[in-house]
Every structure is written in C-alpha cells, then in structure tokens.
C-alpha cells in the first residue's frame, strides 16, 4: 500500500501532459486536418525521405552507440556507483569516515613531473600513451590528531585515470568541426567510439547476450520445459530455471544441490495454501491438472512453512555457507540462511520489501503459468535467437562494470590501511584520511583490461577475454566495420545452427550480409546502418505513470484477479507491476506520450496478445531502429516537412520531437505494421521504412546492386572491403602504425551507392575503376585469375604505399649506465651498411634503405647490473646495432623518424620505412563483388585487345567466373560504370534502390549507352591486339571498380637451400619468418611411398635435413661415441671399440634413442649388411 | 611457290591532320600488316621521358617516389629522339646514361612563400635542352593559355619545398609506358554497306524510321524528300549487327548486308604530344623498316636460314 500512496503522490507532475489534450498529435481533431491536407496535397514520391538518412547519420554519427553508452556511464552511471558505495569508514572508529560527494571525469590530461598538461588524442598515438582523463571526486572527511577530529572537505581529488573514448563527450575532439579536427592532426572522418591505451587503437566490441530479469521457456535435450530467469541486480547475479520434469515442477537453483520441487519454495515463501498457488497459476483447469502432480508430491509430508524451510536446508549445498562458531542457535541460522538465499539469489531481481515474498510468488505463478502455455501449446516456447531476446552490452556498460569492481577494491584497500594505521598504539603525524586514496589501483586496473580485454570482475565471477581488440586500420571501411561488430557470448565450437541462421527479426538492425567465413559465421555479426542500441532509462518516474495510466498495483490483486480473462499483466523491465484491463488504450496512451516527448524515445511498448501481457521496457541495450509514423496508412511526413529540412530550418531531432519518426525496438515491431515503400501502405498499416537499404550495414552497402548478386557473394565482398587498399584516414601520412597499406592513385567508385556517400567512402576510396574485358585471353586466366595491361601497371594503376613501423629504445639500465647511439663509423668494414645512417647515428628520412642495413648504431653496456657505476669509456660498450630486415633485393626508403619519451623515461625511436610497390603476378585483386582473383600474367599493351574507338582494356577477367558465382551486380555495375563514363555522371546502384530511384535502371542505363554510341547491352566489338583480326565474339567490357586487396606475392614468396637449423633437433627450422625449409609432410611422404621413390624419401627425409653420424656397438646395440685422441669409436656399454660401426642416422632418431634410454628402456640397433 | 610475288603497294590517304590527331585510309594491304603498324606507334617509336629522378630537397605531401613516378609520365617534346642515342649503347659515357648523347638534364626548384597553395606543375621543369621540354598544349584548340599552366606535379602549401635534378633518356614503349608517343592508335576494317532497296522499298516510312533508328550509332539516316533510306556515315558502324538483328525481327532478311573490307583500314591516331601524329606515323614506318633490315641483313648466315626457314627464303626471293 505505501509504495502505492508514494507513487501517485509523485506523480502530478506527470499527470499535467496528459489533461493537455492539444499535445497530443494524434487527437481526432488534428487526425481529420491532416487527411483532408494530404487529399490535397500532390502525390510524393518515396525518394525525398531519404534526405533524413545524412541527417540522421549527422545527429548520430556511425559508432553512435558506443558514444552514447561511454557517455551514459560517465554522466550518469559512474555517479550512481559512487553514490551507492560512497562511505569508507574505519572498522575499529566509525566516526571516522570518509565520503564521497561527487565524482566527474576531468579533461584529458597527464602528469608529468607533477605538471598536468593536456592530451589530444594524435599526440597520444605517437607517443605511445593512454588518452584517459583524471576521474575528480568530491570528498568529506574526518582528519585529526590525539583524538580530536575535524571535519574536512576536499574537492577535485584525483583517484585514478579514466581512458577516454575518443568523440564522446569528455573528449577533446567532441563537438569539433573539420577545421579544428584537422588542427588536432584528426581526420574528419574518423568516426571515433574508440580507446588509446598506450599508443595502441582499441575497441571495445558490442557483446551480444541474452536479456537479463526476462522470463525465457525453452526446452531442453530431453524435452523438459524449463522456465529460466538471469537475475541481474546491483549487488548478484543469478539464475533460476523452474523445469517440468515428468509431470512435476522443480527449482534449479545452483546453492541448492539437487532440484526441489517448487511447492515447496512456495510454501517456504508463505503460500501454505495450494488454492493460492492454483489461482496464482489461473483457474483454467487444464493448468489444474498440470500443477496436480507437484502439489501432490509435496502434499505428502510439508504442510507448513517451517516444514517447507526445514526441508530446503537439507538440499542446500554444504560449502556454501560454512557454519559461524559464534552462532547461538544453529537450526534457526540455518532457517535464516534458506530465507537469505530465497530473498536474496532466487529471482533476484524481485525484491522483496520488509519480507513481503507476495510479488515474487507471484513471479514464480507466472513462471509456472508460461510454462503451462508451452506444454498445451508448443509454440510459446521462447526463440533464443529472437533479436527480441537479446541485449547488447556496450562500452559503457562494460566500463562501468570494471570500474565498479575497482572502486570497491579501492575503498576496501583504504579501509585497510587506515584500520591497520589507526590500529598502531602510537601515532605521531596527524591523521588525514583523504591523504590515503591510492590512484594506482583504478588506472591500472582500467588500462590493463582495456589493454589485454580481459574482464574480470570478481564480484560476479566474470572473466571474459578478447572483449577489446586493436582496432584494425588496414582501410577506412575495415575500422567502420570493426566499431559496429558484434561479439556472441557463447563458445564458436558448437555445432548448432540455430544461432547462425539469419533470424528474420534481424530485418533493420542487423546487417544480413555481413559476417565472416568459418567458425564464427553467422555468430558474429554487425549493426545495420540506422540501428541505435539504446541506454538505460530512469525507471521510478515511468512506474508511477504507469500506475496513473490505469495498471492496477499487484499487491491489491488476489491470485484469482490477477489473471482474469478480461485484463492483461503489465511487465516493465521484467518486474510484473499489475494488471490493465484496457492493454490497447494503455499501449495507446503509453505511445502517445512518447511521441510527444513526454518520456524517453527509446521506451517500447509491446502489447503480447498471446501470453495477455503488456510488455514495457527501457533497459539498455536494446536494438531500435527509426521509422517513419503513418496514420491509417498515410506518411506523417509531408513535403513541406522535407522542404524543411532541405533548407535546414529542420534537423532529424525535429521530426522525433514533433512525431514524426519515432524508434521502434524489436520487440514493439511486432506491433506495427511496417510498409517499406508508401505507396505500398494500406490503411492498417502503422509505420513506412525511411529507406529499405538501410538494413544492410556499412560493408555490405559499398556493393553496387547487391540485390541482384547471390547472397554468399555479398558476404564474402564484406570481408575483403576490410582487406582492400586505399585511404585509410585523412590523417594517414601523420600515423605511425606498424603496418599501412596505401593506394598510390585510389578513385572513388565510377558505380556509388547511398552508404558510400554518407559513411565517406567517396572520400577514403579503397580501390580503382579498371576497364575491364570479359573474354578469355593467353590461359594465364583460369581459376579466377586475371591479366593485367603493362601499360596501365605503368601509369600507376594497383600502385601501392606499404609502410612498416620499426622502432629502437634507448635503454637505461639499474647501475645508472644506459644504451648510447654511437656515430657511424664510415671507413670501417661496415661502411655499407650504415649508408644510411646520419652523423647522429640514426638513420634519416629520404635515405633508400636495403635488407641488412643497419638503421640505428646502438651501443649497450657491457655491465648492466649491480652497482652504479659513472664514466664509462668506449671499451665498455659493445656494439648493438638493429639491422633491417626487409624482402631481399627490394629498397624502401626511410619515410619518417620519430623521437619521444616512454613512461619509463627512456628514449624510444620510431621508423617508418616505406615500400612502393607496383602490381607483380600473383598479387591479389578482387572486384566488389566477392569475385576476388589473382594477377596471372602482365601483358603489354599492343598485345592487348582494343575497340575501334581506341579503347584498351587494363584488365581481363575470364568469363567463366560468371556463371557460377551468379553475381550479377557485377555485370550490372560494368554496364553502369560505361554509362557512367560516357554521360559524365556518376551512377547509383544503391541496394533495392530501382524503386526510389537510388539505383539506375538497366533500362535507363542501356538507354544512355545507346545514346552515346554503345551497344545496350554493354559488348563491344573488339580487334585482337596480336593479329588484328576483329574477335569472333563481341566483347562484354567497361569499368569495374576493382580492390587491391593486402595479400602479395612479395610477403609471401619464400624458398629456401640451406639455412638454419633447430637446436633441438637440428632439422631444418619452420616458416618464412625464419627462413624455413619446405616441409615434406606425411601425407607428402605416403604419396612417394606409394610411388616407390625410396631414394628421394631418403634424401628429403635425412640427407636434406638432419644427417647425424653415430657410432654404434654391433655387440650391444647401443649407441657409442667416437673418441677424437684414439681416432676411434668406443661403446660405453662395452667399454671397447671392438664392434663399433659408423653409420647414419636421423639426429631426431639419436635424440629418439637417448630419450627412451633416459626413461630406462633400452633400444637397441641390430645392424645388417646391406 | 618460288618466283611468285606477293608484294603489294598499300595506299595511304589522310583524311585530317592536327599536330595531335591523325585520321587515315590504309588500302590494299591486309590486317598483319596494319596491326603492325599500329603495334610499332604503340610500343618501338622512341621517344624522351624522365628515367631518373634525384630530389634534393621534398617537403611536400608527395613521397619521393610518387612524384618521381608522376614525373617520368609527363611527355616531352621528342622530336630529336630518333637521331638520339640509347644510353645503354651510348659510348660516350659507358652507358652511365648522363650525357648530352643520350641525355637531357631537367632542374625543378619550387617553394611555396604565400598561403595559397602553389601548383607545380610541368612548366616547372627547366630544360637544359631547348629542344626536349615539357609538352605545351596551351595552343591546342579548348584551351586558354593564360590559365593552362601544363601538367600539375605536385601542390605544395605555405613553406614546403621541392627541388630535384632529372634525367631524360631515350627509350619505347615497350620498356615503359611513359615512352609510348601514342595516346590512342586504332583501327578499323571499313564497312561495306549494302542496302537491298527492292526490300527496303516494301517498308513503310513508320518501319524504316524504327529500322534506322535502331542503330545505336547513326549510320542510316531517311532522306526527308524522298523517304529512302541512305547511308550516311558507313564508318559510324560498330559492327553491332543491330539493324541486322533488326531487320530479322521484321521478317524481312536480307534488307542490309554489311560486310568488312578486308584490305582497308580506316586509322586513328592520338599522340600525347611528345611527337607530332604525322611524324609518329612516319617515325613508326621507319623503325619497322629498320625491324626488317634487322631481319634481312642477316640473312647470308645460316642460322638465319635455322631461324626463318622458308620464311627467310621467301624474304631472299620477295
């Protein structure tokens, strides 16, 4: 009752919008102009909603979510955790205490040498730092010497540094235009959502999970029907799963250490009626029936609640609680501990108000009653892949975790040290609790798990890795698409499929197309390009309108109540908060506020007609999307609205604020009923789709007419857009990444589509528009490969920057002394290797550096330990040179050298050494359509084909890649590529764009090369380069936009004669980094078994790799040695060089040997002429 | 076989000429012999590019590669090519490659004082030969030479500098692309139209209309007086079979036979400027003579006769 009274009494202040009838959009009145406008006004057309997309991208932005959700956790939720842990007090004085008052996150900043200076997020990059600020909190506290106590405040004390997410709103880069980015040495571009931590780019993934507080029925291996909760509450996590098994109804909880049955937490609950429990569950008798079993079998012997609490103590796990010596009476603790674990870990998240357990019976009555659905009915069993059923945790989220962990170390650690202080009998220095706030703690503790990704939170025995990752820059679309991956929860390996098909509930939020090859496919996946994940929202204000909106309280409803035919339940966030007996009017209402602005944007109602429940949710991470809103089927949105925002007078907030668009979760979709193109309305339907490409994500919308490729295709182009070439930032050249590939020439696509001009693809293109030949040409063309025009390889096309980074320290050591970097030494017999040193030993820009040349003259002491030692001479040094190890016969050149201080004060060089590289055989190309191939012969121009008109190909691609793979965007891009070229106007193949005019026609694209000359369908008659002679086929041939995708032949080809060995086993060592040999593999060797070659097996298997000579004693068959003064072998055995004969041997078999002999197992040789 | 000729006396007629275009007729030869020509424009007609870049000073934004790439790809005036010496047969400097034979030496010295960003460009290259420079179009029709200020190398803003040293050498276009003098050199067979005008009598205006508007090019046009349908432009033929195509979708077979000439060649010719297109055509029958002096002068020696077998005799007789 009292929560009731408090919660209207909060409420007028709610309840003002709702008597304001006008506010509301969809009054009748207002309903009636809008119809009589729209009969007047002209027939739109679907194309101008599209203008809300570049708007909607520049209120969000790309990575908005992960922005969002940094920003929650550093406006909102750190304050939340301090508040709820803010009083260290010491344990021995309670009056001596210390509180927090206030806690924000500063400006990006470092300290050093106690002067704080700002960061900006590129210096950090270089320099090898974490771009964090100072978290500053507010601080009361009781200082004080010889018991006297003073109260003290502090303000602005630093206790740690916070890595700050790069665009978010404690950064410096927030709010910035181009201008000032490009100051700050930012690319404009960059979409940010990301983390420096020690001069690395790290991203926090999206983690996928199921929903926490919701009820989930599934049914098991064995075809029981469980019921499970994940509670999640501040302080525990748990979960509870409620199972039908044979007929009867058990708890599983894991402090329990078998299942019991669940009347039995019942009656342990107070509901010592069965009646109770059946009117709970709902009076239809088949439910009756159901539950008739369970009560039957508790009926036997537990009537009462202590009977009932009795019997759950005997189930608990022993461990759990051991004992305490102190406790006076042990069977009431023991009945103190079961009511513990039922308030506290069963259903944790029903909490329970001065033992009151009605609301989680209740709880457990719905459990049962869903439970009962399943078994009559098998389809509401619950789908776990249902996008619906999911949430997605964010950065924020994960951050707070952590950062909660690490607050509570920190304050236990204080109370610690303070206790252990106060403890001492005498104190001289004057007592200042403020002075012992440790900083380490929480800086490490955050830049170690952003650093490694592994979340370990103890409190809820978490202990996930790989949850951050460095953030891969091989190309701008790579990095978009590394910040909207997201991460599954469960392991890859098992071999389910439910979890990897394409759900349809993905529709708008989850890209189909994009996810990789292999083992995480269809795990991983990536956010649609309009999806928004939201955060949480206030919960209380939005209860008590809810009561005023009509829901009855639970605890004024008897059982029977509860599920009348006539009413629904109404479940926020997961707590069941009573009952409505008009769901349609309240979702209605509930809706209505929303649009108006009243609540959050992001509350979803969903009315479930068949569990008869009202479901409300504003937890966070849920998946929403924007959509236009209809009325009877007519868009809300009217031309003078777009003229509007054309002119800038309106942004998107606007139409969301007015009503106009409102975010839709997965689970309120189900209500509506979406058109995807207006004219396609009908007069039910509620909402129209802004644009239909937008369910694909920012990968998948750089292929042209990707509707007309087979699916896979599609798929497969997502993952190499990451691997091609081109422009990575606009910062790029001021970037010191270890590895960057750069396109020397990159294009921007002849063929665009939508995404490409809003994520700035157009700007940061990743490949070339290649004119290409359809035909088969030399056979150097088959599987995929294609040949290449020396003349364009000439003139720069597939031209390619690769720089590397290399980088050298200047160490200092403990006994004072420290590398030195001496000057080169030009006589001496390493001349030609330090060309390119400069007088100050270190290498310079510009300077052509070759394999094995020597790019930094270091000197390291010979003693580095003990103790410290000064004046050192050369004779002290030895030489420590760092050598360049680059492809053999190459030369790169020293693009850049960077000097800077490290945390630990030594001095660390960077190099970048650039490479340009032009196309060889064997690189690797791949066009947008998942058509990858590699170059298989470079043929001169005069040789190539060439039309009347003079054109010449630059690539050649065999026709036999076609009709396999089905991708027929391809074919439509080269049409649209050649009318592209010849009308002077790019053309737009944006997907499922024919019908609002993102996309040309082939009709209309074949109408333009007519026009200019061209044959429709896009063949030319060609004239072989060789003869002369006209071709016998006309030739399919236009532009394509091709990528040069990171694999090439020179970081690839490897062969080897002799080289280094293992030490071990003296065989040839493995892999081209250390110059291995090629393996002759088992299978390998059974293929020269098989063919009987004996002596090559001998030869690739002993004399080409690890040949040993060994004595061996006929006598004994061991193994013997050979003496050098004697000039013979002696057997050890024997004590003789009687029977000793030489032979060869495998050293992998002496090893073999001499192991077994050390396990006392003698093998001996018996030796026979050959 | 001995003693029979089958030399033939091709026919050349120039149809335009520009310093950059040329348009020809080549008649009474066949396709091995125009595709030869067209192969010694594209890739064996010297000429004079930038082969070797030392920069002294680069702060701009382009690496030294880049710009000595974009560099070599500019045309030079190459008009003294031909009486130019390969530097890797030059025995002046041993091959070294740097003198006045075989060699021209470029200078560019560029720095940027004021805060508009400054266009290097290939008026920038000072030559030390009067005679090789940069290809200037600013004379060609389309432009204005006040504002046309060549190729453009590099930008360069406030404070950045670019200073370099080059040598111009000698080579073809098969080597590398930036010595190929043609910008585009093509061919076609010329068509042979023939319009069945019994058949084409038997159209309607309507039909014929449709039936010459199906050509994607305009080849046939209706003469508005007499309605018939004329050819105007054979050579506007794609060889596209359209009005082919066309005329069987009509039902009436045979309105049009079109047919290649096999022993006539209508030629294109663009050059990038480093040579006139008269003298690239006449430059690129001069090496294919010398190609087959090379072929012939060897002819006493018996691997000659190895080589070419009958062909090398044949060659003797012809």
Redesign the interface.
């Known amino acids: 009752m009292g929560v009731q009274r408090e919660s209207v009494a909060g409420f007028p202040g709610h309840n003002l919008p709702l008597n304001n009838g006008t506010q509301i959009p969809n009054s009748p009145v207002k309903g009636l102009a809008i119809d009589k406008q729209v009969l007047a006004a002209p027939i739109k057309s679907a194309v101008e909603k599209y203008q809300l997309l570049p708007e909607f991208l520049k209120v969000r932005g790309l990575v908005k979510q992960h922005l969002d959700s940094f920003n929650y956790f550093v406006n909102t939720e750190i304050k939340k955790i301090v508040r709820a842990n803010n009083r260290i007090e010491s344990s021995l004085d309670p009056s001596i205490y210390l509180r927090f008052k206030d806690i924000r996150i500063g400006e990006p900043s470092v300290t050093l040498d106690g002067v704080s200076e700002n960061l900006n997020p590129h210096t950090c990059r270089l320099s090898d730092m974490t771009y964090a600020a100072p978290i500053k909190v507010d601080v009361e506290y009781i200082e004080g010497s010889h018991g006297q106590k003073t109260r003290a405040q502090k303000e602005n004390v630093v206790i740690g540094r916070m890595p700050i997410m790069l665009r978010s709103c404690c950064c410096v880069l927030y709010g910035k235009d181009e201008a000032e980015l490009a100051r700050l040495g930012e690319c404009p571009l960059d979409p940010g959502g990301y983390f420096i931590i020690k001069g690395t780019e790290k991203v926090i993934l999206i983690q996928e999970q199921l929903s926490k507080n919701r009820i989930i029925i599934d049914m098991d291996k064995k075809g029981n029907i469980n019921a499970s909760v994940t509670s999640s509450s501040e302080t525990i996590k748990s979960k509870t799963t409620i199972q039908m098994e044979k007929g009867k109804l058990y708890l599983i909880l894991s402090q329990f250490s078998t299942k019991v049955p669940i009347m039995v937490v019942m009656k342990a609950m107070g509901m010592e009626s069965d009646q109770e429990v059946v009117q709970m569950v709902g009076r239809d008798p088949r439910y009756s029936a159901l539950l008739m079993p369970s009560i039957e079998e508790c009926g036997k012997d537990i009537h009462t609640k202590e009977q009932a609490l009795d019997y759950l103590e005997s189930k608990l796990k022993r461990s759990m609680y051991p004992p305490s010596a102190h406790a006076p009476n042990a069977s009431s603790e023991k009945a103190g501990r079961v009511m513990t674990i039922l308030k506290d870990v069963f259903l944790a998240n029903v909490r329970v108000h001065q033992n009151n357990f009605r609301p989680k019976c209740i709880y457990v009555g719905v459990m049962l009653r869903r439970i009962m659905d399943a078994i009559l009915n098998k389809d509401a069993i619950d789908d776990k892949d249902y996008v619906g059923n999911k949430r997605l945790e964010l950065s924020g989220q994960l951050i707070s975790l952590l950062f909660e962990d690490l607050f509570k170390t920190m304050i236990t650690d204080v109370k610690r040290t303070v206790d252990s202080i106060l403890a001492k009998p005498s104190r001289s220095s004057r007592f200042d609790f403020a002075q012992w706030i440790v900083r380490d703690n929480i800086t490490n503790g955050l830049e170690r798990a952003l650093s490694t990704g592994n979340w370990d939170v103890k409190r809820f025995k978490m202990n996930k890795k790989g949850v951050t990752q460095v953030l891969g820059r091989l190309s701008f679309i790579g990095t978009l698409g590394h910040m909207t991956r997201i991460n599954p929860q469960f392991e890859k390996s098992r071999k389910v499929s439910g979890p990897r098909a394409l759900q349809p509930s993905q529709w708008g939020m989850l890209c189909p197309c994009d996810t990789p090859e292999g083992e995480a496919c269809g795990l991983v996946k990536n956010l649609a390009l309009m999806t928004h994940v939201t955060t949480d929202e206030e919960e209380e204000p939005l209860i008590s309108l809810f009561y005023c909106l009509g829901v009855e309280d639970l605890e004024l409803l008897s059982g029977e109540e509860l599920h009348a035919p006539n009413s629904f339940l109404v479940i926020f966030n997961g707590h069941i908060l009573g009952k409505h007996r008009r769901p349609q009017r309240f979702a209605t209402a509930i809706r209505m506020l929303r649009r108006a602005g009243k609540i959050g944007e992001f509350v979803s109602v969903f009315l479930n007609e068949k569990q008869r429940c009202v479901y409300i949710a504003s937890d966070g991470g849920r998946v929403c999307r924007p959509l236009v809103i209809a009325d009877k089927g007519i868009s809300r949105i009217k031309e003078h609205h777009m003229k509007e925002l054309l002119d800038g007078v309106r942004t998107f907030d606007d139409f969301l604020r007015e009503g106009l668009i409102e975010y839709l979760d997965v689970n309120e979709e189900n209500n509506a009923l979406i058109a995807l193109y207006e004219a396609d309305a009908t007069p039910e339907t509620t909402h129209i789709e802004i644009e239909p490409f937008t369910i694909l994500g920012v990968c998948a919308g750089l292929i042209p007419y990707p509707h007309h490729n087979q699916s896979p295709r599609n798929t497969y182009q997502c993952a190499m857009g990451k691997q091609a070439m081109g422009n990575i930032a606009y910062n790029q050249?001021s970037r010191m990444d270890t590895l960057l590939y750069l396109l020397?020439y990159p294009q921007k696509p002849l063929l665009t589509t939508r995404t490409i001009e809003l994520v700035g693809y157009d700007k940061l293109g990743a490949g070339q528009n290649a004119t290409v030949a359809v035909m088969s040409y030399s056979g150097y063309d088959i599987e995929d490969a294609i040949v290449m025009n020396?003349?364009?390889l000439?003139?720069?096309f597939g031209?390619c920057?690769v720089m590397k980074r290399l980088s050298a320290i200047i160490q200092k050591y403990e006994n004072n002394t420290q590398d030195r970097i001496a000057r080169p030494n030009r006589a001496g017999n390493d001349a030609g290797r330090m060309q390119v040193l400069d007088d100050d030993g270190i290498a310079a820009p510009?300077e052509i550096i070759r394999p094995n040349d020597i790019y930094i003259n270091k000197q390291t002491p010979r003693v580095t330990r003990g103790t410290m030692v000064t004046g050192l001479t050369d004779s002290d040094f030895k030489f420590a040179p760092q050598t360049f190890k680059g492809p053999i016969g190459e030369s790169s050149?020293v693009?850049k050298v960077a000097l800077f201080t490290d945390k630990n004060n030594n001095m660390c060089i960077k190099y970048l050494i650039?490479h340009?590289r032009r196309p060889e055989v064997g690189d690797k190309f791949s066009s947008r359509h998942g058509q990858k191939g590699v170059c298989g012969t470079i043929v001169?121009?005069?040789d190539f084909p060439?039309?009347?008109?003079?054109i010449c190909p630059d690539l050649i691609m065999n026709p036999h890649g076609f009709p396999s793979r089905m991708t027929v965007g391809k074919m439509i891009e080269l049409l649209g590529g050649k009318a592209g070229v010849s009308c002077g106007r790019f053309h737009y193949g944006s997907a499922f764009g024919e019908p609002s005019g993102h996309a040309d026609t082939v009709e209309a694209i074949s109408h333009t090369?007519?026009e200019k000359?061209?044959?429709?369908n896009g063949k030319?008659?060609i004239?072989s380069?060789?003869?002369?002679?006209?071709l016998q086929a006309?030739i399919f041939m236009g532009p394509i936009y091709y990528q040069k995708l990171k694999h090439m032949v020179l970081d690839k080809m490897h062969a080897r004669g002799s080289g280094p060995r293992v030490m071990l086993t003296r065989q040839p060592t493995e892999g081209r980094a250390r110059n291995g040999g090629l393996r002759v593999g088992e299978m390998e060797r059974d293929c020269l078994i098989a063919y009987g070659a004996s002596m090559l097996i001998f030869e690739r298997l002993m004399i080409s790799s690890d040949p040993f000579e060994v004595q061996v004693c006929r006598a004994c068959g061991l193994l013997g040695y050979y003496n050098h003064k004697l000039k013979t072998g002696i057997c050890s055995s024997c004590k003789n060089g009687d029977n000793i004969s030489t032979m060869k041997l495998p050293y992998a078999c002496k090893l073999l040997i001499q192991e077994l002999q050390s396990m006392n197992i003698v093998p001996r040789l018996k030796l026979a002429e050959a | 076989m001995e003693g029979k000729s089958y030399q033939r006396f091709p026919k050349v007629k120039i149809r335009e000429m520009k310093d950059d275009y040329l348009k020809f007729e080549l008649r009474e030869t066949d396709?091995?012999m125009?595709?030869?020509l067209?192969?010694v424009m594209?890739?064996e007609v010297p000429t004079i590019a930038i082969d070797l870049v030392e920069?002294e000073v680069?702060s701009s934004?382009l690496?030294?590669?880049?710009i000595a790439?974009r560099l070599g790809?500019v045309p030079l005036t190459s008009e003294r090519a031909m009486s130019m010496r390969f530097s890797r047969d030059c025995d002046a400097c041993d091959g070294d490659g740097q003198c006045e034979f075989c060699s021209v030496e470029f200078h560019l010295r560029a720095k940027c004082h004021s805060d508009q960003t400054l266009d290097v460009t290939s008026k920038d290259l000072y030559s030390s030969d009067h005679t090789v420079v940069p290809v200037d179009f600013s004379d060609s029709a389309g432009y204005d030479s006040s504002e046309n200020r060549g190729i453009i190398i590099v930008k360069l803003r406030r404070g950045q500098e670019l200073r370099l040293r080059a040598i111009a050498r000698k080579g073809i276009?098969?080597d590398?692309?930036?010595w190929?003098p043609a910008a585009?050199?093509?061919?076609?067979?010329e068509p042979d139209i023939r319009i069945n005008e019994e058949l084409m009598d038997t159209l309607t205006f309507e039909e014929k209309r449709n039936w010459v508007d199906s050509s994607?090019?305009k080849v046939f046009d209706i003469d508005p007086n007499t309605h018939q349908v004329v050819v105007v432009d054979p050579e506007?033929y794609?060889?596209?079979e359209?009005v082919i195509k066309k005329a069987d979708a009509m039902g009436k077979h045979g309105l049009v036979d079109i047919t290649?000439k096999e022993d006539s060649f209508i030629f294109?010719v663009?050059s990038t400027g480093a040579i006139k297109a008269s003298q690239l055509l006449l430059n690129a029958i001069e090496v294919l003579k010398q190609k087959l002096d090379a072929v012939r002068l060897s002819d006493d020696t018996v691997e000659a006769d190895d080589q070419f077998g009958e062909l090398g005799a044949h060659m003797r007789g012809g």
Not at chain 1, 946 to 950: A, H, I, K
Not at chain 1, 1025 to 1030: A, E, F, K, S, V
Not at chain 2, 63 to 66: A, K, L, Q, T
Not at chain 2, 184 to 189: G, L
């Open positions: 050249l020397v020396k003349a364009s000439d003139r720069g031209r920057i510009g050149v693009d650039r340009t001169q121009q005069e060439f039309s009347e008109r003079g090369l007519v000359g061209f044959s429709y030319d008659f004239y380069g060789i003869t002369g002679c006209p006309y | 396709a091995s125009a595709n030869a067209r192969r594209i890739a920069i680069n934004v690496n030294d590669e880049f790439h790809l276009g098969k590398h692309a930036k190929s585009t050199v093509t061919f076609m067979y994607p090019t506007a794609t060889y596209d359209e290649a294109t663009e």
